[in-house]
């Protein structure tokens, strides 16, 4: 986290002293956390006509809770349509600031002075009631990485191959190296990466990379860069649950829906007697990536002999 002028050139990058502060505190409590993020969003109540539909009084001022992240620490404690109106005792206005020792300042800068394990007060207007809530600010893997990550280094990218089908988990380091081969990002996979957040329903975006050509997806090589909704009539929600539910279905054929409600029909016999010729062509040993890989690889040779 950081301020910098990114147009400025020779500029040093201005640190600001409460960050250096808490990153001293934490290192020298040799536990060295981060700066919090409780995982929620909030819309300023200017509006009067706002206010008013919402039940504030004219004595009373807070903001609106638009949105909670999924796996946040605030998850089943506030709930969108809140209107936080206090935290530790400051009063939030409606611009989404507080007044702290003489001092105005906005909320998510107060707030991101927290530490781990601290707990916060809070007050809310719920149904036109005030709750007196405790917040404990407690570290989530959820929220560590957004829908779509961001730029990762060192490790191997993530993918699976079905009848020369590649699947992979949106991510930035593709949307990077296709708009500087080609100029543009396609709008539904910017959108997820500007807009998208995890839910209970999707923790990754599962598209498809290319299809390798083969008989057995003919007609098939313009879905590429698809994004996959259901396999076999199934939600999708990660990379994992795409392939454990093509591992074990029992179907004669894998159905693969994407969202735009196109299907991919795939007979499961031909992809048996196929693969391994797409595999041969395309210099593949795997038909997926090392992680994800059961503790016992799924046996091609087996399943071609038609023992799997």
Same mark, same amino acid.
């Given at each position: 986290?950081?301020?910098?002028?990114?147009?400025?050139?020779?500029?040093?990058?201005?640190?600001?002293?409460?960050?250096?502060?808490?990153?001293?505190?934490?290192?020298?409590?040799?536990?060295?956390?981060?700066?919090?993020?409780?995982?929620?969003?909030?819309?300023?109540?200017?509006?009067?006509?706002?206010?008013?539909?919402?039940?504030?009084?004219?004595?009373?001022?807070?903001?609106?809770?638009?949105?909670?992240?999924?796996?946040?620490?605030?998850?089943?404690?506030?709930?969108?349509?809140?209107?936080?109106?206090?935290?530790?005792?400051?009063?939030?206005?409606?611009?989404?600031?507080?007044?702290? !020792?003489?001092?105005?300042? +906005? =909320? *998510?800068?107060?707030?991101?002075?927290?530490?781990?394990?601290? %707990? $916060? @007060?809070?007050?809310?207007?719920?149904?036109?009631?005030?709750?007196?809530?405790?917040?404990?600010?407690?570290?989530?893997?959820?929220?560590?990485?957004?829908?779509?990550?961001?730029?990762?280094?060192?490790?191997?990218?993530?993918?699976?191959?079905?009848?020369?089908?590649?699947?992979?988990?949106?991510?930035?380091?593709?949307?990077?190296?296709?708009?500087?081969?080609?100029?543009?990002?396609?709008?539904?996979?910017?959108?997820?990466?500007?807009?998208?957040?995890?839910?209970?329903?999707?923790?990754?975006?599962?598209?498809?990379?290319?299809?390798?050509?083969?008989?057995? !997806?003919?007609?098939?090589? +313009? =879905? *590429?860069?698809?994004?996959?909704?259901?396999?076999?009539?199934? %939600? $999708? @929600?990660?990379?994992?649950?795409?392939?454990?539910?093509?591992?074990?279905?029992?179907?004669?054929?894998?159905?693969?829906?994407?969202?735009?409600?196109?299907?991919?029909?795939?007979?499961?016999?031909?992809?048996?007697?196929?693969?391994?010729?797409?595999?041969?062509?395309?210099?593949?040993?795997?038909?997926?990536?090392?992680?994800?890989?059961?503790?016992?690889?799924?046996?091609?040779?087996?399943?071609?002999?038609?023992?799997?």
């Amino acid at each position: 986290m950081h301020q910098a002028a990114e147009t400025g050139q020779n500029v040093n990058h201005i640190i600001p002293i409460r960050m250096v502060k808490h990153f001293i505190k934490e290192i020298n409590e040799q536990a060295y956390f981060g700066f919090p993020e409780l995982g929620l969003e909030i819309q300023p109540l200017l509006n009067l006509s706002l206010q008013k539909y919402l039940g504030l009084k004219d004595d009373k001022c807070g903001v609106l809770i638009k949105s909670i992240d999924f796996g946040s620490c605030v998850e089943g404690i506030l709930f969108p349509g809140d209107i936080l109106i206090e935290v530790d005792g400051y009063q939030i206005r409606n611009d989404g600031t507080i007044k702290v !020792n003489g001092k105005v300042r +906005n =909320l *998510a800068s107060f707030l991101s002075d927290k530490f781990y394990q601290e %707990k $916060i @007060k809070g007050v809310v207007l719920r149904d036109e009631k005030k709750l007196f809530l405790e917040i404990p600010i407690i570290k989530s893997k959820e929220l560590e990485q957004s829908l779509v990550p961001l730029k990762q280094y060192d490790c191997k990218p993530t993918y699976f191959v079905l009848g020369g089908i590649v699947f992979q988990p949106l991510n930035e380091n593709f949307l990077h190296h296709f708009y500087i081969n080609h100029g543009y990002i396609p709008a539904d996979l910017r959108y997820y990466y500007c807009y998208g957040k995890k839910s209970e329903d999707k923790t990754e975006v599962i598209f498809i990379n290319r299809v390798l050509s083969d008989g057995i !997806n003919f007609g098939y090589g +313009n =879905l *590429a860069l698809s994004i996959i909704s259901e396999v076999n009539g199934q %939600k $999708i @929600k990660n990379m994992k649950d795409l392939v454990s539910i093509i591992d074990d279905t029992k179907e004669d054929y894998y159905i693969i829906t994407t969202e735009k409600g196109e299907k991919i029909i795939l007979d499961k016999k031909e992809v048996k007697e196929r693969q391994k010729n797409i595999f041969n062509k395309y210099e593949l040993d795997s038909d997926r990536s090392d992680d994800l890989k059961p503790n016992k690889q799924f046996n091609w040779l087996s399943f071609f002999r038609g023992n799997a």
